[in-house]
């Protein structure tokens, strides 16, 4: 039996472009797993609206990293064609939707960081990643706003509310340090001026939260150890069964199109 | 045909393919087209997301090459670019106002980053009135949020300023 699988030889570019690209993907396939079961419509909307532009943000990112990668490949052979083991997204995005305050923690936790994150890099010397990032930050500039407002209105609500709110936050908080985290090939990257220190994000990221969790009557839980490991590719158990239902088709029927 | 003849008519063709989302609109008016040019007879048109994951791209595509066949104008290549980013500063004012006649409220001011929070003051595209409240931040498609006015008790789509 033949494999479809591929294996990419990971330059620190490419590296650099798939850890976005595999973020914006899962993150955007957790969302879109809410479509038709959103707590009201409008919600549901938003909650499909925003899966949307993490897709499209993936795409444009994949699309590049396929260009790096240089032996033709499609946007569609990343996303459809690596084993868990190949991804290199956070585990904070693939952690399961729980109730709608463990989603709007989530997001929060991941729009504080991208949406600094993306306008950082619109200044990227390279100029295809600073195009992506004019687009992106626009719209985790909304998704931080959404998910920022709903966390406040379920931490600052009803006693139900601010105690889901709380318990989803105490549970996410310690996955929220891998999104700062970086290695010494990223770390040349950002030297060259290529890409943004993920660390140097930080100060932003806790006045986004600082700000919000003061909004919404919630504590930052004290705890300084974090969960890691996505970036090299050791994941939680949830990746596989994302991509179990992500890749079936093209695994099943490799190259069919519609 | 000079190259520079048949950039201007394929321009102009192109100019009337309308948003499949927003009929009212041509790509034209939102600023999605952004170049038509020639060279040696070759035809590129070059088009713009509004956002990264607007689904209508592809079809946009697709009308701009039959808009062209109908003008008599042979297969060009149509290009996507990212950069610079679309922004609503490049909608026309007969987009504008198009868009008002159809129910949806025009951008409003200059894009430019807002505070996290704050809210924006936008009037009804049916009444006029300034009272409205905002319901989401998105609507029915990822250019629009949905807001409502306290006026004429109307629901109505936002086109967000970005």
């Known amino acids: ?258 | 045909m000079t190259d520079e003849a048949l950039a201007q008519a394929a321009r102009a063709a192109a100019a009337e393919v309308c948003d499949p989302e927003i009929p009212v609109l041509t790509i034209a008016d939102l600023g999605v087209l952004r170049d038509v040019t020639v060279r040696d007879g070759a035809v590129e048109v070059t088009i713009t997301p509004t956002y990264s994951g607007c689904p209508a791209m592809d079809v946009i595509g697709v009308e701009v090459q039959t808009a062209l066949a109908k003008a008599g104008i042979g297969p060009a290549r149509v290009r996507l670019v990212l950069s610079p980013a679309w922004t609503t500063d490049w909608m026309t004012d007969e987009g504008k106002a198009k868009l008002r006649a159809y129910g949806i409220a025009p951008p409003q001011g200059r894009a430019s980053r807002r505070a996290l929070f704050g809210e924006e003051s936008v009037a009804c595209p049916h009444c006029g009135s300034a009272s409205t409240e905002k319901i989401s931040e998105f609507g029915s498609t990822a250019c629009k949020a949905l807001w409502r006015c306290r006026a004429c008790r109307e629901p109505f789509d936002y086109f967000k300023c970005i």
């Open chain 1, 1 to 258: 039996m033949t494999t479809t699988s591929i294996t990419l030889a990971e330059t620190p570019l490419l590296a650099l472009v798939l850890r976005r690209a595999d973020d914006a993907l899962i993150l955007g396939h957790r969302l879109s797993e809410w479509c038709g079961h959103g707590p009201m419509l409008e919600e549901d909307i938003a909650l499909a609206n925003i899966a949307l532009d993490c897709v499209g943000q993936a795409r444009s990112l994949y699309d590049y990293a396929a260009t790096l990668d240089g032996r033709g490949l499609s946007e569609d052979d990343l996303a459809y064609r690596r084993d868990v083991g190949q991804y290199r997204n956070c585990l904070l995005v693939e952690q399961p939707n729980g109730d709608f305050a463990a989603t709007i923690v989530r997001q929060v936790l991941a729009s504080a960081f991208l949406d600094p994150y993306w306008r950082a890099t619109t200044a990227s010397a390279d100029p295809t990643l600073a195009a992506i990032a004019a687009k992106a930050e626009k719209e985790t500039a909304y998704h931080l706003r959404h998910s920022a407002e709903w966390l406040i209105r379920l931490g600052d609500g009803t006693a139900e509310s601010h105690e889901r709110a709380q318990a989803a936050l105490d549970d996410l908080w310690p996955y929220s340090g891998e999104l700062m985290e970086s290695d010494e090939a990223e770390a040349e990257l950002v030297r060259a001026g290529i890409a943004v220190d993920p660390a140097a994000i930080r100060p932003a990221f806790d006045a986004t939260l600082a700000m919000v969790l003061r909004e919404a009557t919630l504590t930052a839980p004290a705890v300084t150890w974090r969960q890691s490991g996505g970036r090299t590719g050791r994941h939680s158990e949830h990746l596989g069964f994302i991509l179990a239902d992500l890749q079936y088709l093209q695994r099943a029927h490799p190259g069919a199109t519609w």
